[in-house]
């Protein structure tokens, strides 16, 4: 990495493959005001546009790469990203088989999954609303990220890649944060029973659950095979409501400032 990075920031390294980087910032480091402070890195939540650029030239100088940013709509599209990849591309996740080239995963309560193949050739990002989880945002992002692992190395199957893939889980609401309607709970559970341990009720309401969104996450994973998960593990340090000096939330922040900022999961390959 080209600069020093706060301490309130993740730079996870158990398991990367070698010249595989990943961070996930935090509200520190940057220029941005309130509710916006201070290291706000989305450019659609009515954010100061030039500290917001700012902000985000001081991520490239601190990765010394290229964080491509997206814009999420809660959807399931992919994109191979490419030099000429422009900020702003429409999709919820992205694959990188380019050094120096950022798969950049922007959240505020939402999950982000990163993913690292063993040779240290492919990563991929991706941006796990339960929305998009439920579509199957995971299952797309794997499926592009398995092709471009397969031209890399042609022959691989697909349960050879995944046994030869490292998966990171980043903070996200957590579950004795996130209130969600039966629709949500019904979302998943109509296509797989396994989920309804994801849910736990609440009492004296009606129909309402505390949803565990990396727990949903991790059953995805393991039923495309992949095993070796690392990162949130829904304990109150990953939760992004319960740490306001830390993280940007916008269940919490939202409704009383208008507003809130945007962190950014980023995963490379060194160039």
Request: aromatic fraction near 8%; charge should be neutral; proline fraction near 6%.
């Amino acid at each position: 990495m080209a600069a020093a990075l706060p301490e309130s920031w993740l730079w996870p390294l158990a398991g990367l493959p070698a010249g595989v980087r990943v961070v996930f910032t935090s509200r520190d480091g940057g220029v941005s005001t309130p509710p916006f402070d201070r290291f706000n890195l989305g450019d659609h939540v009515r954010d100061d546009p030039a500290a917001v650029a700012s902000n985000r030239a001081l991520l490239s100088g601190v990765l010394g790469a290229k964080p491509v940013f997206l814009r999420q709509v809660h959807g399931t599209d992919v994109v191979l990203l490419r030099s000429e990849t422009p900020d702003g591309f429409e999709a919820d996740a992205c694959v990188s088989d380019q050094p120096g080239l950022a798969c950049t995963i922007m959240v505020a309560d939402c999950l982000p999954v990163l993913f690292a193949h063993a040779s240290g050739r492919v990563v991929a990002g991706a941006h796990a609303g339960w929305r998009g989880l439920a579509a199957g945002v995971l299952e797309r992002c794997f499926e592009d990220y398995a092709k471009a692992v397969q031209r890399v190395h042609p022959g691989k199957t697909r349960s050879e890649v995944a046994a030869d893939t490292w998966v990171w889980l980043g903070p996200c609401i957590g579950p004795q944060a996130f209130e969600v309607g039966p629709e949500v709970k019904q979302a998943f559970v109509q296509h797989n029973a396994e989920t309804e341990a994801c849910f736990e009720s609440v009492e004296g309401s009606q129909g309402k659950h505390l949803a565990n969104l990396g727990a949903l996450a991790r059953v995805r994973l393991k039923r495309l095979g992949l095993q070796n998960m690392q990162g949130n593990d829904g304990s109150p340090s990953w939760c992004t409501v319960a740490q306001p000096s830390r993280f940007f939330s916008h269940r919490r922040d939202a409704a009383a400032l208008g507003s809130t900022g945007r962190m950014a999961a980023c995963i490379w390959i060194e160039g």
